[in-house]
């Protein structure tokens, strides 16, 4: 009769130790999940602002780029005078030397 209830509560022990040691297995699986998961999000995040990062770049060089562009064009683009027509160049520069030799009389 001992040596059944010796038996009986031996296998409750082995029961209750295999029972903890597949319950905390199984937390520990969990736990190394949980981590994988916060990895790859965190890298996932990276990568986005990686690539955002990127993309302000490249619109601010772009940016840069047309903006140079536009300047270069309205540089080449011919004057014009306040009615809208083409301005002359010969007049503009006869009033410049107008101007500067007025200004070397007087001084």
Known sequence: MIEQILMGA????TLSA????WHYANKAQY????LADARNERNEYAEDFDKEVADNIY????IDRLSDLVAKYQRNQPER????????KKKRVTA????????RKAA
């Open 59 to 62: 619109k601010a060089s772009e």
């Open 31 to 34: 736990l190394r999940e949980l």
């Open 18 to 21: 295999c029972y903890c040691g």
């Open 10 to 13: 031996s296998a409750v022990i």
């Open 81 to 88: 005078e306040a009615n809208g027509k083409l301005a002359s």
């Open 96 to 103: 410049e030397l107008a101007a500067y030799v007025a200004e």
